[in-house]
């Protein structure tokens, strides 16, 4: 039963209140140096921790930081600080002023965008990713989901470990071009483990309202993993036909994405170098860039206020497109698409609103369709071993399953796994629906559960 | 600085907690990059801020702020008194303390020169050199440098009368080299892979690791990895270089040995650990020549302090003694829930704006007898060596890891005979330190460690790995690839 006797969360810090500093840190630079760009951010996410049953951990940080770039002439740097009194933010101009005549010149430094190039895209669409109850939410509320996780897993004779966490975030950003964005939104965040003898099951749901975070049915579902993983057997590692769930997919997924930077292509460093235009993945993989997606989050303008762009990045297993920067975009003769990162930085660009097209059948119809295989339920330390192929290495965890004849047979000890994400996705035999999905190694993504031939797992441990 | 914590701790007593902690700090930042030429990075940095810490109903709650008016540390108090009361809703055993005296101390970590008054001139002086070194060899298709240093000023206060001033220095530095052709990318760094090298020192270290001075043997192994063999598929007896092995500590020996990892509190994220209390002075966790300690004592290593943050004493706790598992990384309520009467000060936060979790101080393998690393490659008749990190992957309990390192070299009848690209090697780490059988006595380095990451949320942190090369047998290679 939620309690409402504690104070709310208040949002962090408002656009007005951002466009307040902003506006303070511009005013104090004047004309004294050829471009400024500001940005404030702001967070209030409070997280509850809890394992054996108790809460072990509980804590409401707030933050406010303000960050300046400077740009005078072909010198470009970065001050940031979390003093946002008047003086703190002069004395951070002042620095940043003084330190870039220090500087070097760097003939890729950029002035900031003309205004006509930060305005933001018309788009018909409720683009408020803020929901009160959530942004807002009191340690009395976040204790009660605990609780209701806590109480199904003992209902299993079973002990529970987790997080249920929730607030809000904000970033502004605003330039001596007369550029100012302000975003706000709310996340809601829980993962739970539920723990056995010798086996365990795990869960975890981000979404921007906690309407959507269903706790109790989490740790149901963790609980149902543990119980049916119980006293796990060997198998030998060797390639199996395996199907992972939206969590495992977004994981692995995630070591790909910064391949579509431009910068890295630049760099030399993507597995994607002159394969743009190249069928590189199966026929059925199709994935694109997209903050409008109704089931993404973030914010609408990237590091440098340029409004995001949807770009298609796999179309039918063609590397269709690379997102830029403002300094990619330069080099490599293209627009920008409004994935830049703030400046200065290595990186460029990175495309962070992935959404991959999904099909039609569940997890169950999955399993149904095997003759042998293996479920997974997590993959856990997953580490890129070889950039040439995207080859990656980690385990499975909390719940691995042997399919026999369309059927789980049962638990296994948990495998370790060397797959390139180029060959996984030339052999994706079936897709699920794609869903919001949050793993651990990548942040959250619009991904199906996929259903895969020729998964290499190449040792067992003991567990 | 002091009145802001006294204030915090008195508000939080004052409603009602039966103990509070508080940190105040403020941190200065500087991270500059180099890539080709150019700087791509440069990044200045100050961060002020309160963490209140409290017990109350025998549960926690922990509030941050940055508004340090006396009405903004009151606020964040007595939020962190109600967080406290919501968490202890749900709470089957109330948290207890293990005793620990109220220290009252000033300690700064070791520095000669303070790496805030070297000019930034200097300092790309030094990266733009090293750049042009690696750009020099060709087929070099990126060189990228890097520095970092943080001055840190914390103050901790408790309402049981502690009151501790630290002042840390944090430098680093380091370069990588990258060789791409059609069908290979290949890469390698000095001191370290992951930014360099990182100590508890100033300026100073910049000089002692040389950048200039080894980046155009670096930038010339990146190139020949392109055309080196692959490292083949098998099991045999194995070097591992000093940086490479702080690594192996780090993940196999100093994750396990957090003890809230064993007793299950970290279980739903980071995981785990084979290392449960049953087993305290019955596990051979390696051969008798095995000891490994967790040492935040030495102070110039990055792991090193004087007080952690609840106050507790820094102290070099035995964890395998001659082979044997024998201690944990503790707290003070995780020492209580298993009976050790003293936390042997593992706790620590990423910042102002993070609750303390344990953490790895320094986990250090005490050097052997095996002489310097020439000497053991002298010693071996057949095997490879294993040089500096690129991919690192260990199961949620610690025992299935799996390494890859940026360059391998086959050894026979004692020297070197080639390099090898694409070597990693793996196993379950108990059968790996029982195979230990021969440590380096020279060539020993406090290996640096920055970007830890553990808790919900997930905390970063710096940690310190001494290590001399060591060989064991029996190992499995080249599976990453094979």
Known sequence: MASTRLERQQIVISESESKRLIDLALAHAGKRVDGVEVTVTGSNFATSRFANNNMTQNQAPERVSVSVRVISGKRQIRLSSDDISQSGIEHLVDNAIKAVALLPEDPTVLPLPALALTEPLARDVDFNRYDRETGEMSADQRSDSVNSMIEAAKKHNLSCAGTYGAGGDSIAIGNSNGMFHYHNESACECSVTAVAANSSGWAKVHNPKSIHVDARALAESAAKNAILSADPKDVPPGKYTVILPPSAVVDLLGFLWGDFSATSHIDKLSSLLGKVGQKVFGENINIKDDVFHPMQAGARFDGEGLPRTVVTLVDKGVVKNLVYGRKSAAKMNAKPTGHG???PSPEGEFPVNLVMEGGTASIDEMVKSTDRGILLSRVWYVRLVDPTTILLTGMTRDGTFLIENGKISYGIKNLRFNVSVIDMLNNV???????????EDSFPAVVPALKVANFNFSSTTKF | MLEIAKQAVDTATAS???YADARVIERESQNIQTKGMNVSGLNLGNSYGLGIRVLCNGGWGFAATQDLTREGIDKAARKAVEIARASARCMEKPIELAPEPAHKAVWKSPCKIDPFTVSIEDKLAVLFKTAETMLAVKGVTLAQTDMTFIKEHKLFVSSEGAEIDQTFIRSSCGLTANATDDHDRQKRSYPNSFGGQHENAGWEMVGRWDLPGNAQRIAEESVQLLKAPQCPHGVGTVIIGA??????????CGHPSELDRALGQEINFAGASFLTPDLLGHLKYGSPIVNLVADATATGALGGFAY??????????????DGMFVGYLSSRDTANLIGIKRSGGAMRAESWHHQPIIRMTNISLRPGTAGSLADLIANTSDGIYFDTNKSWSIDDRRYNFQFSTEAGYKIKNGKIVGLLKNASYG??????????DAICSQDYVDWGVPNCGKGQPSQTMWTGHGAAPARFRNVQYGIAHS
């Open chain 2, 308 to 321: 952690d943050d609840e106050g507790v004493e820094a102290q070099c706790v035995p964890l395998v003694k």
């Open chain 1, 341 to 343: 990162v703030s400046e």
């Open chain 2, 427 to 436: 196993g379950i780490t108990t059968e790996f330190w029982n195979s230990c």
């Open chain 2, 243 to 252: 940086s490479q092995l702080g690594l192996q500590i780090h993940e196999s």
């Open chain 1, 429 to 439: 035999l079936t897709l699920g629906p794609s869903v919001r999905a949050a793993g």
């Open chain 2, 16 to 18: 009602g907690a039966s």
